[in-house]
Structures are given as C-alpha cells and as structure tokens.
C-alpha cells in the first residue's frame, strides 16, 4: 500500500474514532430492537423493521451524535492528550479544521433528513444538537449539571422513538430509569477515571470538587437505586427471559461495588468503566430475549 493510501485509511481510522463509530453502531442496533420488541411490540415485526421514518429517526440519530462527538473531542482535545495520549494520536491525523467541518455537514444531513419526518422532529433534532453542543462547550465543566446533561443526552435517541410510537406503557418508564441510572454511573466513572486532566484543565467536576470519596458514595447511591427498577422489571412486569439479564445485572452491579471501593488508580476505574459498557452493550442485544419464541418463530 502506497503511503497516499496509508494516509487517507489512517485519516478514516481517525474520523472513525473521533465520531465513536462502534458506539453509534450499538445506538442504532438497540433504537430498533427497543423499537420492535418493547415501543411497537404489538406491530409485525416486518412492520416495524421496514418503517421509513423509523429508518430516517435512526439516521437522524446516528448523525447528529456522531455530530456530537466531533464537537465533544475538538473541545477536549488538550485533555483527551492528558487523560488518552495514544487515542488523541489517532484521533489528530484529522485536523481541528476538517472536524469542525464534517461537524456542521453531519448536523445539517441531521436536520435535513428531519424534515422528511415532520416539522416537529426537525425542532427535535435541532434541540438535540444544540443541547450537545452546549454539554461540550458548558455544561460538562458542572458538576452534577454536566452529569445529568449526559444522562439525559444518551436517552433522548429512545425518547423520539416512544413518543413516535405513542407508547406510554409503565414498564417502558423502568427500562428507561434503569439505563438513565447506569448511563449516570458509567459517566461518574468516566469522571474518575479523567480525573488528572480535569483537575489540570480545571474542569468543576463532582470528584475534582467534591473528593473521590463524595463521587464513590455518590456512585453507590446510583447503584442501588439500579437495582430497584431492575427488581421491579423482574417482579412486577412480563419481561420474558429478559429477567434472567437483571438478574445478572443485580450480581455484576454488586460486584461493580465492591471493587468500586478498592480502587485507587486509573487503570481500576477504567475496568469499572469496561464492566459498565459490557452491562450496557448485553442489555440492548438482551432486548430480544423478552419475546423469544415469537423471535425464533419469525426468523426459524
């Protein structure tokens, strides 16, 4: 391979790495299982599967995070080089200048495809951009504020959905607390594990201004307040063998806890932090273990 070819698969591999590709591939996959098994359950399976505008919902979605992490890594660059040296290398063979361009072309490929939904999913969209940008720029220089915004971020991609679907079900509010608890644990972790480069860049998070100690009772808090929506979904409501996921959840949210309180370095909160992806990446392909015989049946 020519070294001009090397550059533009390097420059690829860059772009792919700033924009968190696998992430967003994840987001698209549990946007259409959740919207299959629990948003539109009631619908064929065919149905929903080939719904335009949930095709479009989920295109929209994919570009303006994608969006979002552009903006996200040109703000934190100087700390990305402290807290993630070896990515941030990776991550500069696109320039600052090409990445804020590719920013302002995904938004507006977000908006534009928007609009062949409906005037209230372009105000949607357009929302959900500014509120990223505002979250990179601001608000995740807050403690708690910053938190939450990011919390609230990861869910709204689910949100559009349930309320495309017109879906209020009750057992649909519990599977969303249950990931809005785990994304605020997953994004305390993060804090801890960042810690070096928000102390040295100033950043007001909840361990730089609180002490590790606060955001570790902090965490355990959320810990527990997981597991109630989990016991809930198990007890009170027919999640097929779904169940059996919680209830791993449960166990790996208890150990998450008592290696919590053993850790003192990054390398421990970084393994928090992979243990938590794994939680979250095994509830979306979970998704369909609600309605197994119906899954087999359609596809056997």
Not at 46 to 60: E, G, K, P, T
Not at 271 to 294: A, C, P, Q, R, W
Request: hydrophobic content about 55%.
């Amino acid at each position: 391979m020519s070294w001009e070819n090397k550059r533009i698969w390097l420059k690829f591999l860059s772009l792919f790495s700033v924009i968190r590709g696998y992430n967003i591939l994840i987001i698209v996959i549990a946007q259409y299982l959740a919207s299959i098994f629990i948003m539109a359950y009631h619908l064929p399976l065919r149905q929903v599967a080939l719904d335009l505008n949930l095709f479009l919902i989920v295109v929209s979605t994919a570009l303006a995070i994608a969006s979002g992490y552009l903006i996200n890594n040109f703000y934190d660059s100087e700390k990305d080089l402290i807290n993630r040296p070896s990515k941030t290398l990776l991550d500069n063979y696109v320039s600052q200048k090409t990445k804020l361009a590719v920013y302002f072309i995904l938004n507006f490929l977000s908006v534009i495809i928007a609009s062949y939904i409906s005037f209230k999913a372009v105000l949607f969209f357009s929302s959900y951009i500014f509120l990223l940008w505002l979250y990179s720029h601001k608000l995740k220089r807050y403690p708690f504020l910053g938190t939450l915004t990011a919390g609230l971020a990861a869910i709204l991609p689910f949100f559009i959905i349930f309320v495309y679907y017109r879906n209020f079900e009750e057992v649909i509010i519990v599977h969303a607390v249950f990931l809005f608890f785990i994304i605020l644990i997953r994004e305390l972790v993060k804090d801890l594990e960042n810690l070096k480069g928000d102390f040295t860049l100033d950043y007001s998070t909840i361990p730089v201004k609180y002490s590790v100690e606060f955001t570790k009772k902090l965490i355990s808090v959320l810990v527990i307040s997981t597991i109630v929506p989990a016991l809930i979904l198990i007890l009170y409501f027919d999640s097929g063998y779904m169940d059996y996921y919680f209830l791993l959840c449960v166990f790996l949210l208890l150990i998450f806890l008592w290696q919590l309180w053993r850790s003192k370095q990054k390398p421990h909160y970084l393994i928090l932090h992979n243990l938590l992806k794994f939680v979250i990446v095994l509830g979306v392909f979970s998704i369909m273990l609600i309605d197994i015989e119906t899954l087999i049946k359609r596809f056997f």
